[in-house]
T-cell receptor, first 115, second 114 residues
Framework: DAGVTQSPTHLIKTRGQQVTLRCSPK?????VSWYQQALGQGPQFIFQ???????QRGNFPDRFSGHQFPNYSSELNVNALLLGDSALYLC??????????????FGQGTRLTVV | AQKITQTQPGMFVQEKEAVTLDCTYD???????LFWYKQPSSGEMIFLIY??????QNATEGRYSLNFQKARKSANLVISASQLGDSAMYFC???????????FGTGTSLTVIP
């Protein structure tokens, strides 16, 4: 049973460019959340998708957008990249409506470097 | 205010010894869950242990136990019999009853010394 898979693992982009990160959730999971982890910090919640809709959003600008597909996989798009967007981007999957003690399963992340 | 506070940026422990990683939290929601995750250098967050706000007993999972002191709003992780493979970043996290997101602390870097 494959866990959460993310692609690519590493990415280098130039300031001002746009980037798309991809995530496939764990089998049986229908909800995908995205987190940004800057160097030396804990992950910060970006947003969550369920039934192809954004259900909850953290304190991130509109440059950050996402999408969820019918097969539950998800994309994170970041426009007009800034140097400060350099971070590890983590995808987490879970089951919608599951009880609170259900841990989220995380992927290994995409390390984005903006130069 | 920070929802999760981890005050130990780095900790060292001798192999086979026990170590406690501190975590305090802040919430007004009576229903919440507290989690500990391990993050090795590969980046993946690995779930270790969970404690619910209504749980009467401290959670245990193998060598991991959670020292839950509700009145003090603390949820410290205890790792017994440390192993070299325990060297990693450790994050305390919280989910509140009304939401789906995790709030993470800044993490503690644990180094196990042979």
């Amino acid at each position: 049973d494959a866990g959460v898979t993310q692609s690519p693992t590493h990415l280098i982009k130039t300031r001002g460019q746009q980037v798309t990160l991809r995530c496939s959730p764990k089998s049986g999971h229908d909800t995908v959340s995205w987190y940004q982890q800057a160097l030396g910090q804990g992950p910060q919640f970006i947003f969550q998708y369920y039934e192809e809709e954004e259900r909850q959003r953290g304190n991130f600008p509109d440059r950050f957008s996402g999408h969820q597909f019918p097969n539950y996989s998800s994309e994170l798009n970041v426009n007009a990249l800034l140097l400060g967007d350099s971070a590890l981007y983590l995808c987490a999957s879970s089951r919608w409506g599951s009880y609170m003690n259900t841990e989220a399963f995380f992927g290994q992340g995409t390390r984005l470097t903006v130069v | 205010a920070q929802k999760i506070t981890q005050t130990q940026p780095g900790m060292f422990v001798q192999e086979k010894e026990a170590v406690t990683l501190d975590c305090t939290y802040d919430t007004s929601d009576p229903s919440y869950g507290l989690f500990w995750y391990k993050q090795p250098s590969s980046g993946e967050m690995i779930f270790l242990i969970y404690q619910g706000s209504y749980d009467q007993q401290n959670a245990t999972e193998g060598r991991y136990s959670l020292n839950f002191q509700k009145a003090r709003k603390s949820a410290n992780l205890v790792i017994s019999a440390s192993q070299l493979g325990d060297s990693a970043m450790y994050f305390c996290a919280m989910r509140e009853g009304g939401g789906n997101q995790f709030y993470f602390g800044t993490g503690t870097s644990l180094t196990v010394i042979p």
